[in-house]
C-alpha cells in the first residue's frame, strides 16, 4: 500500500532506525561485537491515511510498530523493542513532511509530524510566521516527535513549552483515527491532548499537530551576564520567573560549566573579563544568557526589566558576544560528544526539573550520587527552563570511559542519579521516559497512574502494537 | 467513622446537597411537584484520610458517591442519581478547609478541596499571597470544585484558568489515594495532573490542591472602553492577545449586553454617555472591561501598554466608573435570576470558546438557534477568556417563561444551542460537563476519548461508585 520502495529491508536502513542518540546508544554503534534490537524492516507511509493503513495491517498480522521521527531520543524511546511480537517495524514518518494548513488569523497552523524543526520554520516562514520551538534536537527531531515526548525547546519561557504550542493532535491507533483539540480552552472534562502529548507512540501514531504560531520575529537580541555564585545566580532567575520578567532564553550555568565556557569559548577574552568580573567583585562567575525575541518595541521593553531585575539582583553585563556565541553553539553539544567519544570520554546528559525549595537539595544529591558513582568526574549543572513555581536542572557528565565495561559504568551512574532524582523533583523535564526512565516513572505518578495509562492503551491498542516496552 | 453528627439524614440536609444552580435546577426547587433525585444521606468527613475511608465503606457496600463542594454547578454535577447503586450519598467536604501549607519560595500552597473562594483568599491573604481565582461562583464554590470542573476566573488573563494555577493533586479513590505533581512542568509521559482536572467527581474525590499563588496585589486597577461594534471590539481583544497586551480582566460585551448594562447601570450617567461616545463615532458601543492587578510598577507597565494597543484599535475610554461598577457587581448575576423567576421570566446562560476563526460564526449560529427555539427572546454575549489561538463566548438569555412547559421550553433551547456549539467550538469553556452536556461530549472527544475515560474511571473505580451518571 505505501509502494515497495518504501519499505527497506537493507542492514543499513535497519541499523540508522535501531537507536537513538544517547550516550550508550554511540558506544553500541561503535562496537562491532553490540547486541542491541534492530527492526525487521522500514516502512515509510506518505500521509495520515497511509499511517492508518499500515497500522492497520500490523493489527491483522499482529507486528509491532515503533514510530520513528528524527531519532533524536536520549532515554531509548525508538529502540526497536518487540514485547511479545514476533516482528517489528519502525514506522519512519519521515514522508508526513507537509504544512496541512495555516489559519492566521486564530494563529494557529496544522504540520505533518515527520516536518524537521528546520523545516517547519521555513514553511512558516514562508507565511511569516514562526513557532519558536528550539530544543538542542531542533536539527534532526520532528513535530510528531516533539509532541510525543512533551519537549521544550530553548526558548520556552517565551515560547512555551510544546504541550503549550498544541492546540490539537490528530493520532492514528489499533482503533482508527482520534482527534482532538476543538477550541483553546476549554472545560469538556480532563484534557485528553495531555494525554496524547507525551504518550511516547504508545497511544497512537501522532500524524498531524495543529499548533500555536507567532509572526517570526523581527529582532533577535542576545545578551550575557555572570552572577556571583550558584546560589545568587538561582535567586536571579527565580526573581525573574516569579515577576513575569524571563528573557525568552533564560540559562543559567553553575560555575563548573561556567568554567568550562571561559575554557573553551574561543570568543571571549578570557583573562580580560574574569579581571573585569573580578572587579565588580564576581570571583566565581556563573554565566547567565538571556535573549528575547520580536518586535523592536516589545525586545526594548522586555528587556528593559529583565535587565532592571538582574542588576537588583547582582548581575554583572558581560554583553552580546557571550549570547550570540551561545546562540551559535546551540546545537554544538552533541556533534562534539563523538570527538570526546574518540578520547576516550564519557560523556552524557541528564536532566530534571523541581520546585524551587526543592533546587538546590536536588543538584547537590544528583552531584553527589554522580560522583559516588563515577569516581573523578566533572559534573556541570545549568537551568535552561525557570517556572513561577521551579526550574529545570539539566546536568553534564564527563569522566574517563572504563573500558572494562563502559555500559555498566554509565547505567550505574545514571541509576544512582534517577535514585537521587526520585521524590525531589520529575524523572524528566524534557528527555522523556522512553526505556531509561520507565522504572521510575511509578514512584512519579503512582502504581495507579501507571495502571489508567496500561488501560487507556490497552483501549486504543488492545493487541499491543504500538511501541513495545515503552513509557509503561 | 465521621461520628454520627456529620451524617444527615434529614430532608432538609439532603435536599439542600441535591441540586446545583441551573435555572432548571431553580424551576425545580420552587416546583412543589417537582421530581428530582435527593441523596439517602449526607455525610460530612474531617479530613483526606476520612474520605478515602468513607470511600472505602462505599466500595463495600456499593453506595455511589456524588462528591459535593459548593454546589454552584450549572450543569448537574452534583445531582443525587444513583447509577445502577441502590443508594447513593452526597460527600459534602464542607470539613476540608484548611490551608495545609505554604511554600513561599515555590510560590505554592496547598489548601484542602473544601476551602471556599473567599476563605482561599483570606488564609492566603494571612501570608500575603492570593490565588487570584475569582469566577462569577467565588462566594460559594470550594477548590475542589474549581478543580473537578476545570474552572476559569474573572481574571484568567493574568492569573491563568484554574489547571494553570494547579501543580498538584490528592485524590482519594475505590482504589487507594492517588497523588499527582512533582515538578513544575516534566516530560515523565502524559500529564494525568490534567486528566484528574475536569473529572467532575468521576475517577476520585479530590481532597487536596498545590495551588501556584502569588503576592496579593497591591494595587487593582479597573477600567472601561467603548468600541464601535462587536467587530471592532473582537479584533480589539484578538489585538491584546495575540500582543501579548491582556490586561489580567478582559471582557468585551455585544451590542446587546451593553445596552442592558447602559439601562441598569444605575453609577453609569447614560444620556451624557451616548452623547460622548456618538461624538467619537461609537454610535452602537460594546463595552470593554479591563483591570490589572499587581504592584504600582507592574499595573502601569502594563496599562500603557493595553492602552496604547486599544486606542491604535479605535476603543474610547469611558473611565474608571464603569470597571469599578462591574468589579463591585461581579457576583451578583447569579443573585438576580432569583427576582427574575418571580416575574416569569426564563434566564440562563451558557458558554462556549472557539479558535478566533470561528468565533463570529459560532456567535451567530448560537444566537440563531437560541432565538429560532424561543422566539422572542433577548439573547446578550460576551467575550470574558481570550487566548492567542480564540476566545470563549458566554451566552445569557432571557425570554418570557412557557408557564405551561418551562422545563421543556429551556431544555429544547438549550439542545439547539448545543448542537450549533457542536463542530464550531467546544461544549464548555468553563462551565463543565456534568449530565447537560454529556451528550456532546463524545463529538468533541470523539468514540475512542469516552472510550479512555471510561477505561480510566474502571481502573480507579472498578465498582462504579463515584458520581454515576456525570461526565461519561
Known amino acids: 500500500m505505501v509502494g515497495a520502495e518504501n519499505v527497506l529491508v537493507d542492514d543499513a536502513a535497519r541499523l540508522a532506525r535501531a537507536t537513538g542518540l544517547s550516550y550508550l546508544d554511540l558506544l553500541r554503534r561503535r562496537s562491532a561485537g553490540a547486541d542491541f534490537p534492530v527492526p525487521d524492516a522500514v516502512v515509510l507511509p506518505a500521509g495520515p ?17 515503533v514510530p520513528f521521527g528524527g531519532g533524536t531520543s536520549v532515554v531509548g524511546g525508538v529502540a526497536a523493542l518487540r514485547g511479545d511480537k514476533s516482528s517489528v517495524i519502525a514506522l519512519d514518518l519521515v514522508r508526513l513532511d507537509a504544512l496541512v494548513s495555516v489559519d492566521a488569523e486564530s494563529r494557529i497552523a496544522v504540520l505533518q509530524a515527520g516536518v524537521r524543526g528546520p523545516e517547519a520554520e521555513r514553511l512558516l516562514g514562508e507565511h ?11 536539527e534532526r527531531a520532528t513535530i510528531g516527535g516533539f509532541a510525543a515526548t512533551r519537549s521544550a525547546g530553548q ?5 512555551g513549552r510544546f504541550e503549550d504550542m498544541v492546540t490539537g493532535v490528530r493520532l ?67 526573581d525573574l520567573a516569579q515577576h513575569h520578567a524571563l528573557a525568552d532564553v533564560t540559562r543559567l550555568s553553575d560555575v563548573d560549566e ?22 565588580r567583585g564576581v570571583s566565581h562567575p556563573c554565566f547567565l544568557i538571556v535573549g528575547w525575541e520580536g ?82 568526574a566533572i559534573v556541570m549543572c545549568h537551568i535552561s527552563h525557570a517556572y ?9 557528565v564527563l569522566t574517563a570511559r572504563d573500558e572494562t565495561d563502559p555500559v555498566g559504568q554509565w547505567q550505574r551512574a545514571k541509576a544512582a542519579a534517577c535514585e537521587a532524582i526520585t521524590g525531589l523533583g520529575t524523572i524528566s523535564h524534557h528527555h522523556a521516559v522512553g526505556v531509561d526512565h520507565a522504572p521510575y516513572l511509578e514512584a512519579e505518578i503512582g502504581s495507579l497512574g501507571v495502571e489508567v495509562l496500561r488501560a487507556a492503551k490497552s483501549t486504543v491498542d488492545p493487541s499491543g502494537i504500538l511501541n513495545p516496552g515503552k513509557l509503561v
Open 295 to 376: 518586535t523592536a518595541h516589545d525586545v526594548a521593553l522586555r528587556r528593559r526589566e529583565t535587565t532592571r531585575r538582574l542588576k537588583a539582583s547582582g548581575a554583572v553585563r558581560v554583553g552580546k558576544a557571550l549570547g550570540e556565541s551561545w546562540r551559535h553553539g546551540r546545537f554544538a553539544g552533541p556533534r562534539q560528544r563523538d570527538a570526546l567519544l574518540d578520547q576516550g570520554v564519557c560523556v552524557e546528559t541528564l536532566e530534571t526539573a523541581a520546585y524551587w525549595s526543592n533546587v538546590d537539595e536536588l543538584r547537590d544529591d544528583v552531584r553527589a550520587a554522580l560522583t559516588a558513582s563515577l569516581g573523578r
Open 128 to 138: 511569516g510566521l514562526t513557532l519558536g520551538h528550539i530544543p538542542q534536537s531542533f
Open 49 to 65: 491515511d497511509e499511517v492508518q493503513e499500515v497500522l492497520d495491517v500490523c493489527v491483522t498480522h499482529d507486528v509491532g510498530v
Open 155 to 159: 526558548a520556552s519561557s517565551g515560547y
Open 258 to 279: 561556567t568554567e568550562v565556557s571561559l575554557a573553551l569559548n574561543a570568543g571571549l577574552k578570557t583573562t580580560a573579563l574574569r579581571r573585569y568580573l573580578a572587579a
Open 172 to 238: 492514528a491507533t489499533p482503533r482508527g483515527e482520534w482527534k482532538l483539540g476543538v477550541a483553546p480552552a476549554s472545560a469538556a472534562g480532563p484534557d485528553l491532548r495531555q494525554l496524547a502529548i507525551g504518550s511516547e507512540g504508545t497511544l497512537g501514531v501522532i500524524t498531524e499537530v495543529s499548533l500555536r504560531v507567532r509572526p517570526a520575529p523581527p529582532v533577535r537580541r542576545y545578551e550575557g551576564y555572570a552572577l556571583p555564585g550558584w546560589e545568587a545566580g538561582r535567586e536571579a532567575v527565580r
Open 388 to 396: 513561577e513555581t521551579g526550574a529545570s536542572l539539566y546536568f553534564t
